[in-house]
């Protein structure tokens, strides 16, 4: 059974999440030839104080 964790930063709506779990499961089912009730996705939503590249958080980096 396939666990695929997800990070996102927040902002994204339902839709776009429904988008991408249904596309990340089929591309799995395809790729490892599972069926779909064997997928599980965990999406981690986090905000932009608590992401950093290149030791700069994401909130600084947006302004």
């Known amino acids: 059974m396939p666990i ?3 990070h996102l930063l927040e902002g994204r709506s339902t839709e776009q999440k429904r988008d ?3 596309c990340v499961t089929a591309s799995t089912c395809d790729a490892l030839q599972v069926r779909p009730e ?3 996705i965990i999406l ?3 905000s932009q104080e608590d992401y950093a590249i290149a030791g700069v958080l ?3 980096r947006s302004s």
């Open 20 to 22: 991408l779990v249904r």
């Open 4 to 6: 695929i964790q997800i």
């Open 58 to 60: 994401m909130r600084d």
């Open 44 to 46: 981690s939503e986090m």
């Open 38 to 40: 064997q997928v599980r």
